[in-house]
C-alpha cells in the first residue's frame, strides 16, 4: 500500500467519523429551555390566592363606625305549610292589628305587631339613618364611641386572580367590635396588583364608595419596584386612568424593621413620592415609605402625612404565620 493510498483511507475515516458524529447530533432532540426564576421581588412581595395580612393603621383612614339602624319588625306570626321559610299563599296567619292582610317583617310596622327592641327603650323606633343612642355600632377603634375611627385593624387578602394579565385582587377588611362585643368588620376598598417579569405593578384601586375606581384596572399600571430591583434604582410612572398623575418609586435602602408582626432583618426600604393623583387616592400625594419583607410583604409604611402609619400585626403567608 502506497502513501497515496493511505492518505485516501485516513480522509475516509476523518469523513465517516465526522458525518456519523453530525448525524447523531442532529438526531437529539433540543434540551427543554429551563422555567423562569421566580424573580427577586416577587420574593419581597408574595401574592398567592389566600395568603392573609393585618395591620394596625392609623391616620389615613378614617372611617365612619357602621351601626345598626332602628328595630327589627319581626311580622305577624304565620304557619309556614310547606316549611321554606317565607310567607305563601295559603299560609295561615295572625292578623294582629285587624287590617285584614299578611304584615311581614319587611312591611312598615304596626303595633302590636311582635320586634326586636334593639335599644331596649320598650318603644318600637323605624329606622332613620341616623345613629341613635342606644344603637348597636361597629366599634372599629374600640373606644366605646360611635364616631369616625381613624386608629384601627385592616385585614387584607388575595381574594382571586384577575381574568386578564394574571393581576391578583387583594381585598381588604375593617375589624372591629360591636357595641355588644360581638366581633364584626366591614369592606374596605380593592386593589389590583401583578409582581412578575415586568416588576411590581399596581392596576387600579376599587373604592366600594366610587364606582369610577372599577375602570382603573383597564389602565397602565404605575410600576412600583423592577422584578430584580437595586438599591437606588428610580422608577418614574404614570397612571393614564388619572389625569397627570405621577408616582416616582426609589429603592433606598436594605433595613431592619421591628413591628408587632416580629422582627424582619434585610428588608427593602422604598420611597414613594404621588403627585396629582385624585379622588379617593388623593390621601397619597407626597412622600411615604415603605418597607417589604422577604416572604412576607409590606410590614411597615409611614406617611405621606405627619402622623400616618401601617404596621404589620399579623400574617400567614405560603401557610406560614407571623408572629
Known sequence: MNLMTIAIWVWLIASLSLFCSCTKKKATAPEEPDEPAQTLMQEYFPLRHGDSWTWEVIGDYYVVEEFVDGDLSLG????DNNQNGIFDYGDTYEDLNNNGRYDG???????PIP????????????????????ELFLDMDGNGVYSWACTLSLHASVLYPYPQDEVMILGGQFLGTYSNCEPGGMWAELDLYSNDSLGL?????????DTRDFLAELCQPSVIAKADPKVEDVVFSSHCFLSNAWLCSTFEAIEDVSVPAGVFKDCFKFQF???????SMEKYNGVSYR?????VGLV????PKPGEYRVLQSATVGSVSYP
Open 291 to 295: 418597607w417589604y419583607a422577604k416572604d
Open 300 to 303: 411597615k409604611s409611614v406617611g
Open 201 to 209: 405593578r399596581w392596576h387600579g384601586h376599587i373604592d366600594l364608595e
Open 105 to 111: 317583617p319587611n312591611d312598615p310596622w304596626t303595633a
Open 115 to 134: 320586634f326586636v327592641d334593639r335599644n331596649g327603650n320598650g318603644e318600637y323606633d323605624a329606622p332613620n339613618g341616623f345613629w341613635d343612642e342606644g
Open 76 to 79: 305577624e306570626p304565620y304557619t
Open 273 to 279: 413620592y404621588a403627585l396629582s393623583w385624585d379622588w
